[in-house]
């Protein structure tokens, strides 16, 4: 496939690539700062510019020509405004709407979907769920072909190739605290990509015991 991934220079996007590129995908890695180029194309992807925030409709009709999905795995850094979360996702739907792009997966957050958890459910958090929680409503209320994968807290941990994995919030009840290295978050979006079962699906994730792919194939029935 020809698949973009949005945010590619982030930690769970750099390696989103970076499994594409193993898999023998085409990847277009979008970023905002030309100075993160090298290492992306070091890695065997395409890039491209695309700030989220300044972009216009034909800079993303230009990037997403030929694609055959997106990933989005872009969110805010901790010194921005969450309001990125909400604004990125709805003009990426938007331009791959327009574009005739069916395939979408999208990187948000347990919290987005659940009952935000306990630990993170401070007045600092309120912004960043409620974009993400309005961010799903854009992905859901679209025509394309969704997955939104939601995890728990990340690490930069080795990955473990297992997860733990429930579908549409209410599973899990009180959500899980087990961590979850981003390797198997990505792993996790690629297993989703290629499982068009997974179409209409929302995975919340932690750290488990289940083979990735199994899980997904689980949830995606």
Do not use: C
Not at 57 to 72: Q, T
Not at 86 to 114: D, F, L, P, W
Not at 146 to 165: D, N
């Amino acid at each position: 496939m020809r698949v973009v991934v949005i945010g590619a220079h982030g930690r769970t996007g750099k390696l989103i690539v970076d499994q594409l590129v193993a898999n023998g995908d085409s990847v277009i890695a979008t970023i905002r700062n030309p100075k993160h180029m090298a290492p992306l194309v070091k890695a065997g992807a395409a890039t491209a510019i695309l700030d989220l925030e300044t972009a216009t409709p034909s800079d993303y009709a230009i990037v997403f020509s030929g694609a055959d999905a997106i990933v989005f795995a872009a969110g805010s850094a901790e010194s921005e405004s969450s309001a990125i979360d909400r604004k990125g996702v709805t003009r990426t739907v938007n331009a791959a709407e327009k574009a005739g792009i069916k395939r979408y997966v999208a990187i948000s957050s347990i919290g987005g979907t659940t009952r935000v958890p306990q630990q993170w459910n401070t007045p600092e958090m309120k912004e960043y769920f409620a974009a993400k929680k309005a961010g799903n409503k854009k992905i859901r209320s679209s025509g394309l072909d969704w997955t939104i994968i939601e995890p728990g807290e990340l690490t930069q941990g080795k990955p473990t190739g297992k997860v733990t994995l429930s579908t549409e919030a209410l599973a899990f009840g009180d959500v899980p605290t087990t961590k979850i290295p981003r390797a198997d978050v990505a792993a996790v979006a690629i297993a989703a990509l290629q499982n068009p079962k997974s179409i209409g699906k929302t995975f919340q994730i932690v750290g488990g015991s289940t083979d990735i792919a199994k899980a997904v194939a689980a949830g995606s029935k």
